[in-house]
C-alpha cells in the first residue's frame, strides 16, 4: 500500500481488471429492462431527508439507523439516497409524468449510501439496478418484473440463485393480521430488544433467525393464510404467470424486506454462495407508496438488484463475464519522425471502430514490444522512420509471430480484414 489515504470504511474502489467483470454485470442486470421499453431515470444521488422518512419508512433500520443525513449551507436537511424507489418516484410526481400513459416504466443504476456494519457483500456505498412501475396493478406486470430480474441473472450464466416469493397482503388483510401476530407474540418468551422491535413491526420478529426465537415461531400465524381474497386472487394469478414464462420460485411465507412500502407480491433473490449477505436482489409491489408521497393513489411496483453482491455471486461460481479491456491493435512507433505518425494511425485506426493503442514515451523497440505484448493487442504494427519514408509499416500477429509489411494506404483495410 502507498499513498496517505484509504477509501472510507465500508467502500471500496472498482477497478481494473475487476471493473471489467463489474461493468459486465451491470449490464447484463440492466439489457432486460432496456429491451423491455423501459425508460432510463437518473435522479440526484440526495434528496430532502423527509422523502426517505416518509416514503422508506421511520421504523426500518435502514432510515433510523443508517442514513447519511446533513445540514447543507442553506440549512436544508439532506440524505444520500439509502435506495433508488423513493427518490424515482418523487421524480415522476415532479414531472407529472403518471398523468399520461400508464403504466410508466423506467430503470435506473446508481449507488445507495447506507451506514451498516460493514462485512463481505455489506457496504457503506452500494450499486442497484433497479426498475419502477407506476399505475398498474395487473398481476402481469407483476411477474414481468421478477421475469426481467430472474433474466438478469441468467444472462449471466449464475446458476445458484433461487427467488423467494411471498405475498405481503394490502390495507384491507394485514391490520387484522397483524393484530393476530402481535396477540401471538404476547404469549412468546421474547427478551426486551425483540418485543422493542415487535412493537414497531410485529411481522420482523418473523425473519428473526436465532434458534430460540425461530423455534418459539414455528406455529406464528402467517400472512399467506390471512390474505383477504383479492390479494389471494392477485398472487395465484401472480404465480401462475411465473409458471408460463418458467420462472421458478420457492413458496417463502416468512420473508420480511427490509423496507416498509411493500404490498402483495414480495420478492428477493439469494445466492447460497456468500454468506449472511444472501440477498442479491429484491422488489416488490408498493401499492399506496405514491399516495404516501403526494400522488393519486396508482400501484407501483418495483426491484432493486445489487451489482455489488452479484459480482461476489460470480466470483462464487467461478464464472468469467468479461474479457479484460484489451485493444487490438498496438502501435509501436521507433523513432521521432515515426512516434508522430503514430499519432494519427492510432487516430485512424480508432475512427475505423478498431480498438487500439499505442507505445508513449521513448521506450526503445524492447520496450514497446513488451508493452505491446502486455496489452493483449491480437496484432502489433511497427513504425519505423525509414518504413515511414518507403510508405509501410510491419503488421506482426503477436500470437504467432508472424510478420508481414503493409502499405500504410492499405493498414486500416488489412486490420479489418485480419480482425473479422
Ligand atoms: P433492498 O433489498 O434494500 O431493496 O436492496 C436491493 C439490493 O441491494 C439487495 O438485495 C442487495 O443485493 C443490495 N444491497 C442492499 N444493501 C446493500 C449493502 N449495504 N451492501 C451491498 N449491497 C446491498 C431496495 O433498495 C428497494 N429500493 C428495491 C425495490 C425497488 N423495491 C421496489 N422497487
Known amino acids: 500500500m502507498s499513498g496517505t489515504f484509504r477509501a472510507p470504511k465500508g467502500t471500496y474502489d472498482v477497478l481494473p481488471p475487476f471493473s471489467a467483470t463489474w461493468l459486465a454485470v451491470r449490464d447484463a442486470l440492466s439489457a432486460g429492462p432496456r ?3 423501459y425508460g432510463y431515470v437518473e435522479t440526484p444521488t440526495f434528496e430532502d431527508t423527509a422523502l426517505f422518512v416518509r416514503g422508506v419508512g421511520e421504523s426500518t433500520d435502514v432510515v433510523s439507523k443508517e442514513m447519511y443525513t446533513f445540514t447543507d449551507r442553506g440549512d436544508r436537511s439532506l440524505t444520500l439516497r439509502p435506495e433508488g424507489t423513493a427518490g424515482v418516484l418523487r421524480a415522476v410526481l415532479e414531472a407529472g409524468l403518471e398523468r ?28 442497484q439496478v433497479g426498475v419502477e412501475t407506476v399505475g398498474s396493478d395487473d398481476p402481469a406486470l407483476d411477474a414481468e418484473v421478477v421475469w426481467l430480474a430472474a433474466q438478469g441473472y441468467a444472462r449471466l450464466g449464475l446458476s445458484g ?18 393484530d393476530l401476530l402481535t396477540n401471538f407474540l404476547a404469549g412468546l418468551d421474547l427478551d426486551a430488544d425483540t418485543r422493542r422491535r415487535a412493537a414497531i413491526n410485529p411481522l420482523r420478529v418473523l425473519d428473526d433467525k436465532r434458534p430460540e426465537v425461530v423455534a418459539q415461531m414455528a406455529e406464528a400465524p402467517l400472512l ?55 440477498s442479491v436482489g429484491g422488489g416488490g409491489r408498493y401499492d399506496g407508496l405514491l399516495a404516501t408521497l403526494g400522488g393519486a393513489p396508482l400501484a407501483g411496483m418495483g426491484f432493486g438488484l445489487g451489482v455489488d ?4 455471486a460470480v466470483a462464487a461460481e467461478g464464472l468469467t463475464v468479461a474479457e479484460t479491456a484489451r485493444c487490438a491493435v498496438f502501435v509501436v512507433p521507433l523513432g521521432q519522425a515515426a512516434h508522430d505518425a503514430a ?18 514515451g521513448d521506450r526503445g523497440l524492447k520496450g514497446a514490444m513488451k508493452a505491446a505484448d502486455r496489452s493483449g493487442a491480437h496484432f502489433a504494427v511497427v513504425l519505423g522512420d525509414r518504413d515511414l519514408a518507403a510508405g509501410t509499416v ?3 500477429d503477436l500470437r504467432s509471430g508472424d510478420q508481414h509489411d503493409v502499405a500504410l494506404s492499405a493498414l486500416t483495410t488489412t486490420l479489418r480484414e485480419l480482425l473479422s
Open 100 to 127: 399520461g400513459s400508464l403504466p410508466v416504466k423506467v430503470w435506473y443504476c446508481g449507488p445507495n449510501f447506507r451506514y451498516e456494519q460493514p462485512q463481505s457483500g455489506r457496504y457503506r456505498q452500494h450499486t
Open 394 to 396: 510491419g503488421v506482426k
Open 161 to 178: 440463485v433461487r427467488l423467494l416469493l411471498t405475498s405481503l397482503g394490502d390495507a384491507t388483510c394485514r391490520p387484522a393480521y397483524r
Open 35 to 37: 429491451l423491455a421499453g
Open 224 to 278: 399467506r393464510d390471512h390474505l383477504c381474497p383479492a390479494c389471494q386472487d392477485h398472487h395465484t394469478a401472480v404465480t401462475g404467470y411465473l409458471d408460463v414464462l418458467g420462472v421458478a420460485y420457492v413458496d417463502a411465507p416468512r420473508l420480511v424486506r427490509g423496507l416498509d412500502y411493500y404490498t402483495r407480491t414480495t420478492f428477493e433473490f439469494v445466492h447460497d454462495g456468500l454468506g449472511a449477505q444472501s
Open 309 to 312: 453482491r452479484t459480482c461476489l
Open 343 to 360: 499519432v494519427t494511425v492510432v487516430a485512424a485506426l480508432r475512427g475505423a471502430g478498431m480498438s487500439a493503442d499505442m507505445a508513449y
